[in-house]
């Protein structure tokens, strides 16, 4: 996360509103794969993972039924790995049940270039064969590079492509909240 | 970073964070594929001018596993054969725009002339008499896997001290991340002035293995010898192979390692070498995390 130096110059979703938003996609989720066997929460790391803890959370409150969940590092699947870039801190991956014939909904914080759940797509088929990978976003900030359009959004925000987006958690940050920022 | 040519020029931080980033490696050789796209078109010369069979086969397994292209050069089968200087054979082998060459030569300093003389990354895979920066590594990662810490440790390093690339790579790491090392051996074997790398000598090896947490044997290498440093196999077996009773002077929980190949019973008993306190093997597991790790830092682009 770009956090350092990044000029707040909106706050586009406070806690209140995060833990709505989060709601809802949660109902969406349980809507789309409800009648689905072999659901599996997986988190892109670092900030994806969190969203995907309390998504899941909700989603077994409501369902009461036990999720598979994991997380997903894709650091090793990057497609900048040589342009110049210091190497990109890797974290280990984390998918604990069988992705072979799994309903995975994959789950980040911010959808930007589309480059990022390009990689762990990647990621996830190198561990199996799933019967579908879905894509859980909690902002989609535009500017897509690839072909590539989420079944769940929290929020879509118009942006200029030299802003910048940032989800705080407070897993990991002080509070929730959504900002956009000038780099 | 562009080379690993040893751990003495290397701070904690740096070691630190190459073991760090090894754990993430280690999850991949557990899985059923175990391939990442990571370094996709990079090419890799594995270039062993003496035999090795763990740790060339390990950087190779490492390669493959990141998806770079390895190739291989054995001296038998090379020029050198023919009469060709090491780094004409270099210049050649730079012509051909590798991206990283993992060397072992039986002359120390030798991956540090051809760093001067190639583009290329270069890992040292063990020179002469001076270090072996990986085995360290690894050496150093299943310490820490079996005692969850690298410092205030007490290791026991016994054996051939002079000719160990491994002692002398692994001394320098160990006292680097604040653990306690002894070396022992008979005083052949022992360098005079290896108290300077900040080590304690002694030649009884009860003494060095008294409370050890961690015993490290190292391997009679009978090719780099003189025949002059003890009298026979059976006489050093009699005073520095690790049995039972030797290491019952060490702490209960004591870990054993050997960096490999071991002279079963000369060394090393059958009895240690197998038991449960060994993790011989284990070493050998986490090489391949260690040495991926090692590349993908080496060569992902521009790192501090």
Known sequence: ????????????????????????????????????????????????????????????????????????DIALYRDDF???????????????????????????????????????????????????????????????????QPDFVGKAVQTGENEAVAVYLKEVDDDDKVVVGEK | MKHLLGIENLNRDQIMHILETAVSFEEINQRQIKKVPTLKGLSVINFFAEPSTRTRMSFEVAEKRLSADSYNIAVSGSAITKGETLSDTALNLQAMAPDCLIIRHAVSGTPHMLAQIMDCSIINAGDGFHEHPTQALLDAYTIQKKKGKLDGLKVALMGDIAHSRVARSNIHLLTKTGSHVTVAGPATMIPKDIKKLGVEVTYDPKEAV???????????????????????????????????????????????????????????????????????????????????????????????
């Open chain 1, 1 to 72: 996360m770009k956090r350092k130096g990044l000029k707040i110059t909106k706050v586009i979703m406070n806690g209140e509103e995060m833990e709505r938003t989060i709601n809802r996609m949660v109902h969406e989720i349980i809507e789309r794969v409800g009648p689905k066997k072999n659901v599996a929460i997986v988190g892109i790391r670092t900030r994806g993972v969190h969203i995907a803890e309390r998504i899941l959370k909700k989603i077994q409150e409501l369902e009461k039924v036990k999720v598979a969940s994991g997380t997903i």
């Open chain 1, 82 to 148: 040589f342009k110049g870039l210091a190497s990109p801190e890797v974290g280990p991956s984390n998918l604990n049940f069988n992705v072979d014939g799994a309903n995975i909904v994959l789950v980040d914080d911010v959808l930007y270039t589309g480059r990022t759940v390009r990689a762990a797509i990647d990621a996830v088929m190198d561990y199996g064969r799933p019967a579908s990978i879905m894509y859980a976003a909690l902002v989609d900030r535009g500017h897509r590079e690839l072909p590539i």
């Open chain 2, 210 to 304: 008294k409370d050890a947490d961690i015993v490290m044997m190292l391997r009679i290498q009978e090719e780099r010898e003189s025949g002059l440093m003890y009298p026979d196999r059976r006489e050093y077996a009699k005073f520095f192979c690790l049995d039972e009773k030797l290491l019952s002077y060490a702490k209960p929980d004591a870990t054993v390692m050997h960096p490999g190949p071991a002279n079963r019973g000369v060394e090393i008993d059958d009895n240690i070498m197998d038991g449960d306190r060994s993790v011989i093997l284990e070493q050998v597991a986490n090489g391949v995390a260690v040495r991926m790790a090692v590349l993908y830092l080496l060569l992902g682009g521009s790192n501090s």
